[in-house]
T-cell receptor, first 114, second 111 residues
Framework: NAGVTQTPKFQVLKTGQSMTLQCAQD?????MSWYRQDPGMGLRLIHY???????DQGEVPNGYNVSRSTTEDFPLRLLSAAPSQTSVYFC?????????????FGPGTRLTVL | EDQVTQSPEALRLQEGESSSLNCSYT??????LFWYRQDPGKGPEFLFT???AGEEKEKERLKATLTKKESFLHITAPKPEDSATYLC????????????FGSGTQLTVLP
């Protein structure tokens, strides 16, 4: 199993540009989420999904859109990039079996908005 | 407001010098507390889950404990390869498996 994969690893955008961060998992996990990590602030939840066709907002959803058309994929869209969105983005998925709820994280996408 | 606070922010140890990292939380309805390790440029890697006060879990040189107000990650006789940032996160009841993270402790173990 590849686990949780994310592309691209690095991206530089100009203010106002849009892009999609890709996330895929091959563990058949129902629950997936997106976090951003900023220095000194820990990881903060952007959006999450409890299954295909179901998404909801996390702590910092403004400026981001998500969709979940399949169990495997959970892309994050930046509609109009702003410098405040410069961050490292992590996608995660969880077994959600109720026994451990362990979340597995991808390797991250480092985004810079100029 | 639910809060997770980790201390210290940074810790430098000599190889073999045991110590503890702290994660204190003020939340209602704790469902679980998680410890993760994060190496530079990588995603967090799961270490432990603790569910109830008094619970302890061990893995190699690491031991995690939980009380009603805080969790400790004890590192016994650390090695340089234990150098990483250690993250604590809480899973709240009714939060659909969302995690609230602390800001982490950056551990450096010197040879």
């Amino acid at each position: 199993n590849a686990g949780v994969t994310q592309t691209p690893k690095f991206q530089v955008l100009k203010t106002g540009q849009s892009m999609t961060l890709q996330c895929a998992q091959d563990m058949n996990h129902e629950y997936m989420s997106w976090y951003r990590q900023d220095p000194g602030m820990g990881l903060r939840l952007i959006h999450y999904s409890v299954g295909a066709g179901i998404t909801d907002q996390g702590e910092v959803p403004n400026g981001y859109n998500v969709s979940r058309s399949t169990t495997e994929d959970f892309p994050l869209r930046l509609l109009s990039a702003a410098p405040s969105q410069t961050s490292v983005y992590f996608c995660a998925s969880t077994t959600g079996t109720g026994s451990t709820d362990t979340q597995y994280f991808g390797p991250g996408t480092r985004l810079t908005v100029l | 407001e639910d809060q997770v606070t980790q201390s210290p922010e940074a810790l430098r140890l000599q190889e073999g010098e045991s110590s503890s990292l702290n994660c204190s939380y003020t939340v209602s309805g704790l469902r679980g507390l998680f410890w993760y390790r994060q190496d530079p440029g990588k995603g967090p890697e799961f270490l432990f889950t603790l569910y109830s006060a008094g619970e302890e879990k061990e893995k190699e040189r690491l031991k995690a404990t939980l009380t009603k107000k805080e969790s400790f990650l004890h590192i016994t006789a650390p090695k340089p390869e234990d150098s990483a940032t250690y993250l604590c996160a809480v899973h709240l009841s009714g939060s659909a498996r969302q995690l609230t993270f602390g800001s982490g402790t950056q551990l450096t173990v010197l040879p």
